[in-house]
Structure formats: C-alpha cells, structure tokens
C-alpha cells in the first residue's frame, strides 16, 4: 500500500509541473493575443535539446508512412495521454490503436511554432497536417516530451484541438 502511495505522490507531483508549464504555455498565448509581445515564460533548453526534439518529429513523420504500424507509438511514452476532441487516448495499446486506424497514410508533416520548457519536459506547439484516405486534416496541437531516466526524450501529452 505505501508502494502505491508513492507512485501516485511522484504522479501527482509530475501532473502538477506538467499543469503549471500548460497554465505558463497558456499565460504567454493570452498575452500575445492581447497585442504584447513576449517570449517564452519558461526556455532554458539548450540548442541541443531543441535539434533532438526536431530531430524526432522529423523521425515521426517518416514514421507515420511506414508500414509498421507500431512505429509511431515508439515516440510515447508508455502512459502518455493524447487529447482529441474531449476524448483521452492513454496508455501503449490505445496509442497504438489510435495511429493505425488512420488508414490509407499518404503525408504527415509536424510544424512547429514555439518550442521552449525546463530539460526535464519540454513543450511544443505548432500544426499537424497529414493526409490519409484521400482527406487532409490540420489540426493545432501541444505536445509535452518527458525526459526519462536514460535521457531519451518520449512523448508524455498531446493535445489536438
């Protein structure tokens, strides 16, 4: 019982860092869209961590055209969230679900318009556009890399609007 009283702690204190870089993320947006111009609340990551999270999303998008279905998943971590249209995908199985019912995969690009965060996790913002069954969709997405113990970067949230 005190094992699952400290998984859930370490949880809810990694929530509650993920929330306060969302409500910073959030803050900057409204600001901007008040006419000020600000720069990012919270960005000190380096220009190597910056180049690797580009690097991934590059390497996702290869991924979502191959014909290994599973690939895409690998980019998330093993209890990431991805948030669509009020619902939550979580965990590796519905992840993994969640990328291979997009059939019929013709294009995939990830443009990113702000990218900034602590080390630990970092965020970006941008447009997702991909092709698939003949229908191209664009959505506006955030999505939140956690740093894990080996120092890989994993997706760890997403949100599409």
């Known amino acids: 019982m005190k094992f699952l009283c400290l998984i859930t702690n370490r949880k809810i204190k990694e929530m509650k860092k993920i929330m306060m870089m969302l409500f910073a993320f959030l803050?900057?947006?409204?600001?901007?869209?008040?006419g000020q111009e600000v720069s990012p609340i919270i960005n000190?990551?380096?220009?190597?961590?910056?180049?690797?999270i580009l690097q991934l999303n590059a390497e996702m998008e290869t991924s979502f055209l191959s014909?290994?279905?599973?690939?895409?998943?690998?980019?998330?971590?093993?209890?990431a969230v991805i948030m669509l249209n009020g619902k939550q995908v979580k965990g590796r199985k519905e992840l993994s679900d969640f990328w291979n019912n997009i059939k019929?995969?013709?294009?995939?690009?990830?443009?990113v318009k702000e990218l900034g965060g602590s080390g630990k996790y970092i965020y970006q913002t941008g447009n997702l556009t991909w092709t698939a069954s003949g229908e191209q969709v664009t959505k506006s997405f955030m999505?939140?890399?956690?740093?894990?113990?080996?120092?890989?970067?994993?997706?760890?949230?997403?949100?599409?609007?």
């Open 27 to 34: 803050l900057a947006i409204t600001i901007k869209a008040n």
């Open 44 to 52: 000190d990551i380096s220009e190597q961590t910056k180049e690797e």
């Open 67 to 79: 014909t290994d279905l599973l690939k895409i998943s690998d980019y998330y971590d093993d209890d």
């Open 104 to 111: 019929d995969r013709k294009d995939f690009k990830i443009n």
């Open 143 to 161: 999505m939140v890399w956690r740093r894990l113990s080996n120092y890989e970067y994993k997706v760890y949230l997403t949100g599409f609007n």
